[in-house]
């Protein structure tokens, strides 16, 4: 069993910047891909970035690129999303969430992650 725990969130104005972390339980973080989602009431959940740990390979939507970076430290166990420029459409409950099947390539798909955070809400004023 996998416990993930975010934090980090808050409320800032817009072009201002947050960085949220992820700590993780579980042994085997190192080889897990760590994903971030985002959703708002009423929509579906959408990929924002994800990691993969062991190599530190990493993919990111293209409403992001540019402004949010995603991180690991093995040696905490966490996950860091470092996101910048942020503009008021970037409001949400992000989620983190964790991938343990060893797949080719990263998964953009809520369904393929096993074990989600609770979410910290991310509000960016204008």
């Known amino acids: 069993q996998v416990q993930l725990v975010e934090s980090g969130g808050g409320l800032v104005q817009a072009g201002g910047s947050l960085r949220l972390s992820c700590a993780a339980s579980?042994?085997?973080?190192?080889?897990?891909?760590m994903g971030w989602f985002r959703q708002a009431p009423g929509k579906e959940r959408e990929f924002v970035a994800a990691?993969?740990?062991?190599?530190?390979?990493?993919c990111y939507a293209d409403f992001v690129k540019g402004r949010f970076t995603i991180s690991r430290d093995n040696a905490k166990n966490t996950v860091y999303l470092q996101m910048n420029s942020l503009k008021p459409e970037d409001t949400d409950v992000y989620y983190c969430?964790?991938?343990?099947?060893?797949?080719?390539?990263?998964?953009?798909?809520?369904?393929?992650?096993?074990?989600w955070g609770q979410g910290t809400q991310v509000t960016v004023s204008s």
């Open positions: 579980g042994r085997t973080f190192s080889s897990y891909v």
């Open positions: 990691i993969r740990c062991s190599v530190g390979s990493t």
């Open positions: 969430a964790a991938d343990s099947y060893i797949r080719r390539t990263i998964s953009s798909r809520p369904r393929e992650y096993e074990y």
